[in-house]
């Protein structure tokens, strides 16, 4: 029994260490940062308040903030065309434009308020051909559309503005905007049919997977529609649950795989093509945009200059419950329950100092196969429901840690 107990915490001691699930990347700014996007899994762009752009050629690892020389302008839409050329939109009438990844950014239109309306999302087609939601001077919605590379616009008219914008060729394009309504071209940008398709709701963001699919979110009702014949028509297919706050953008990666942000550090992951969502292990400030590079890869921002990156897809923050608020004596681990389990378990515990705690599945080798929490956690009790339908038998071992203080306990997992 000693040998068992000693092999055992020299394998703790020589535990591999494991890559967080989301973890925050350095963008050198304090700045609201609004749109992100990627043109591929090293190169992006965010835009943000006080005219605020960061680039990464290094997947997010290293951020260097461009100057633009706008200030004072809140830049709300983002778009690569490729590695050289970027559009960058704003209120104010702001437009930027870079040749040169960056490098240099040139202001094709510079307003100052109160007399000049507001850009709030931006797609290029290509280098010449591109489209950016207004509204206008007059408190209407329309769509700026050039096909020079801005050295002139043409405004068409779309009932509101849209807040986001995707064009799957240089004739058709959707566009959602904080009414509830879809706004559709089939001609460029010539004209464009709006329709609601919710009571109620803001839409701030819109994701399409392919040439026929999309989705979008209702910010306050927090229903997700889906399109499968490019905008033509919506349905209802589910509505986000545990959520009171805004709901602000989101990112479909693939058929199964995608994420919904929102205010309060709210992040949500379905892996059932959005029929159902689940509360992601993420913290610190609103979530206003994401990308994806793939199923795994995604990058998120927000407010207070706040990056979150991770490259295992993310992990859910599921089970905790705070039982007690009362203060505990000790700091103590209990033994889950049941134990031998099938599918289900409850671990529960008591801290009585307020700090970042880590509760970690290691398997009989060792290693750290998940976490299922890694907050800061207030004095009190909790109880957690552990699911182990994605692992297989066998015995396993849970440790809960903090900067000071760290208890193991075993169980067994049989299927």
């Known amino acids: 029994m000693k040998k068992a107990y000693l092999i055992f915490f020299l394998i703790q001691i020589l535990i591999l260490p494991v890559e967080a699930q989301w973890y925050t990347q350095q963008s050198g700014t304090t700045a609201a940062l609004y749109d992100m996007e990627f043109i591929n899994r090293n190169t992006g762009w965010i835009c943000g308040t006080g005219g605020t752009i960061i680039k990464t050629t290094n997947g997010g690892t290293n951020w260097i903030q461009q100057i633009t020389n706008v200030p004072s302008k809140p830049l709300f839409g983002i778009h690569p065309v490729n590695e050289n050329v970027v559009y960058a939109v704003g209120w104010f009438s702001t437009i930027l434009k870079t040749t040169n990844g960056g490098d240099n950014w040139v202001a094709i239109e510079n307003g100052g308020p ?22 206008n001077t007059m408190g209407q919605g329309d769509v700026k559309k050039t096909t020079d590379g801005g050295k002139t616009f043409n405004s068409y008219y779309t009932f509101g503005w849209p807040e986001d914008m995707y064009f799957k060729d240089s004739l058709n394009g959707i566009g959602v905007d904080g009414a509830a309504t879809i ?4 001609n460029g940008g010539s004209s464009w049919t709006s329709f609601a398709i919710a009571a109620s709701g803001d839409f701030y963001r819109v994701s399409f997977i392919n040439n026929f699919t999309g989705f979008t979110v209702a910010s306050y009702s927090h229903k997700v529609y889906r399109t499968t014949n490019f905008g033509s028509n919506w349905t209802e297919i589910s509505i986000v649950l545990d959520v009171q706050e805004a709901l602000r953008s989101i990112k479909i990666s693939s058929d199964s795989i995608g994420w919904i942000g929102g205010n309060y550090s709210r992040l949500y992951k379905t892996t059932n093509q959005g029929i159902n969502w689940q509360r992601e292990n993420i913290s610190t400030g609103y979530i206003l945009n994401i990308s994806s590079y793939n199923d795994s890869v995604l990058w998120t921002c927000g407010t207070g200059g706040k990056i979150f990156h991770t490259t295992n897809g993310g992990e859910p923050l599921v089970g905790i419950e705070n039982t007690s608020s009362e203060i505990p004596g000790t700091f103590k681990l209990n033994q889950n329950y049941p134990n031998p389990f099938n599918s289900e378990t409850i671990i529960e515990f008591s801290i009585k100092i307020k700090s970042n705690y880590k509760l970690e599945i290691i398997n009989s080798l060792g290693r750290i196969i998940k976490i299922l929490l890694n907050n800061e956690l207030k004095p009190g009790s909790y109880k957690f429901n552990f699911n182990a339908t994605e692992i297989a038998s066998g015995l396993y071992f849970y440790r809960l840690s903090s900067e000071n203080i760290v208890e193991t306990k075993k169980f067994v997992l049989i299927k």
Do not use: R
């Open 114 to 135: 109160p007399v000049y309306g507001n850009y709030f999302s931006v797609f290029f087609y290509n280098e010449l051909t591109g489209w950016i939601g207004e509204n």
């Open 183 to 186: 706004h559709k071209t089939t």
